[in-house]
T-cell receptor
C-alpha cells in the first residue's frame, strides 16, 4: 500500500481564491509527522508546513494551513488567497517513527501540479 | 544565512564513470538527507545521517552507491560505476536535530549519464 497518496495530479485555481490539495497517508505508527513541500519550475524544494501526529491544533503558516483529520488519515493543504507565484508542484510527505537515532522512514507523495489562473 | 549548498549543479558523464556529488548542510544542522527524484519514481530517500552517522541507508539502490559524512559540514554521494538509469536530480537536505521534520533542501544536482 502507498504510504502517501495524492490523488490530484493537476489542479487549477483562480487567482485570489482558496484551493485544497488532498493528501492521505497510511501508517500504524502512533508517532509520525506530516509535511508539505513546494517545488517551483526552477526545481528547488521549499518546506511549507509541518503537522505532528500528537498536535491538537491544525498547523498554519501564513496563507498555508494543514487540515489534519487523524481518524481519516488525511492531511490536506489549504492555500488561501492564491497568487500567481503559487503555481508549482506540491508534495505531501510523512516521517514515520519517533525522533532521531531510531531509524525514521520518510515517504513522499507523487505530487500535485497547481496552476493559478490570472 | 547560507542554505544547503550542493555541487555540481549539473553533471553529464558517460556510463561507467565515477560520479561524486557534494553537499554542505546548513551550519548547526545535525541531520543530513540524500534524495533522488525521477519522473518515474518521484522523490526517494536514499540515506540519512544524524550527527555524521548513517542512520538509515535502506533506500540506497545498490552497492554502486555510497555516501559519507566525514564531518558536520560536508557529505558526498558517490556512484561507481554510473549507469544511464542513475540519471536524476539528486537533492541534499539538512535539518536541525531537534526539529527533524523541517528539512531544508539544496538546489539539487541534475545528473545525466549517457
Amino acid at each position: 500500500a502507498q504510504k502517501i497518496t495524492q490523488t490530484q495530479p493537476g489542479m487549477f485555481v483562480q487567482e485570489k481564491e482558496a484551493v485544497t490539495l488532498d493528501c492521505t497517508y497510511d501508517t500504524s505508527d502512533p508517532s509520525y509527522g506530516l509535511f508539505w513541500y513546494k517545488q517551483p519550475s526552477s526545481g528547488e524544494m521549499i518546506f511549507l508546513i509541518y503537522q505532528g501526529s500528537y498536535d491538537q491544533q491544525n498547523a498554519t503558516e501564513g496563507r498555508y494551513s494543514l487540515n489534519f483529520q487523524k481518524a481519516r488519515k488525511s492531511a490536506n493543504l489549504v492555500i488561501s488567497a492564491s497568487q500567481l507565484g503559487d503555481s508549482a508542484m506540491y508534495f505531501c510527505a510523512m516521517r514515520e517513527g519517533p525522533l532521531p537515532n531510531t531509524g525514521n522512514q520518510f515517504y513522499f507523495g507523487t505530487g500535485t501540479s497547481l496552476t493559478v489562473i490570472p | 544565512d547560507a542554505g544547503v549548498i550542493q555541487s555540481p549543479r549539473h553533471e553529464v558523464t558517460e556510463m561507467g564513470q565515477e560520479v561524486t556529488l557534494r553537499c554542505k548542510p546548513i551550519s548547526g544542522h545535525n541531520s543530513l538527507f540524500w534524495y533522488r527524484q525521477t519522473m518515474m519514481r518521484g522523490l526517494e530517500l536514499l540515506i540519512y545521517f544524524n550527527n555524521n552517522v548513517p542512520i538509515d541507508d535502506s533506500g540506497m539502490p545498490e552497492d554502486r552507491f555510497s555516501a559519507k559524512m566525514p564531518n558536520a559540514s560536508f557529505s558526498t554521494l558517490k556512484i561507481q560505476p554510473s549507469e544511464p538509469r542513475d540519471s536524476a536530480v539528486y537533492f541534499c537536505a539538512s535539518s536541525p536535530s531537534h526539529i527533524l521534520d523541517t528539512q531544508y533542501f539544496g538546489p539539487g544536482t541534475r545528473l545525466t549519464v549517457l
